[in-house]
């Protein structure tokens, strides 16, 4: 937390020194342990899994991209009431410093001890911030934890901030259809549907 010389509170995220080198290591420990699983277990292949997650974690060290993916989400997210997305602080970003406004909050968890309608309030919000990105424009947010999420507000005037977009995926429209008419099956229990998607 950081306040600019005019006055506006940001949250400065600063990359560690080399860990560019320690998420290549990590990979490389992966690799490993993956071509281990597939000699033990030819029924998956594993290798596709290895390019996956070296990809992303590759992404999550380029903070000018999570920059870019905040952006999107704050367009992506701009019609739905109760959802908030720090906005970047452009001159102050680079590859390896994220620099973005500072939004108010506390952790999701204080909601628990909410009656059941703030609950069921911040758990609609929840899913509006993963299905609108994803139904609509074919982004989803692959790091999904707690601590990527804070809360403001109290009861029904409560709403969520999403904080972290490092490990953003984007899908084709056909794996999209797939995904929504499987919801659409599951909701509406229709076998026939699901075996579709």
């Known amino acids: 937390k950081a306040r600019l010389h005019d006055g506006r509170l940001v949250a400065c995220k600063l990359q560690y020194p080399d860990m560019a080198s ?16 597939k000699r033990l277990d030819t029924a998956i292949d594993t290798s596709a899994v290895a390019v996956e997650i070296g990809a992303r974690l590759r992404e999550e060290l380029d903070y ?5 993916h ?6 992506m997210l701009a019609p739905e009431a109760g959802l908030c ?18 939004l108010e909050g506390r952790g999701l968890l204080t909601v628990k001890p909410a009656p059941q309608q703030a609950r069921n309030h911040v758990a609609d919000i929840l899913f509006r911030a993963w299905w609108r990105p994803f139904a609509r424009f074919g982004a989803i947010h692959g790091d ?12 029904l005037e409560a709403g969520i901030n999403l904080l ?4 953003i995926r984007t899908f084709g429209a056909k794996f999209v259809g797939g995904v929504v008419d499987l919801y659409r099956a599951l909701e509406q229990g229709k076998p026939e549907l699901a075996v579709h998607a």
């Open 22 to 37: 320690a998420v290549e290591a990590d990979l490389q420990q992966l690799r490993i342990l993956l071509a281990v699983h």
């Open 64 to 68: 000018v991209l999570e920059a870019r």
């Open 70 to 75: 905040m952006a999107l989400y704050a367009a």
């Open 85 to 102: 997305v720090p906005e970047v602080v452009g001159e102050l970003t680079t590859g390896r410093l994220l620099t973005m406004s500072w």
């Open 144 to 155: 999904p934890h707690l601590g990527n999420y804070s809360v403001y507000g109290e009861g």
């Open 164 to 167: 972290d977009f490092g490990c």
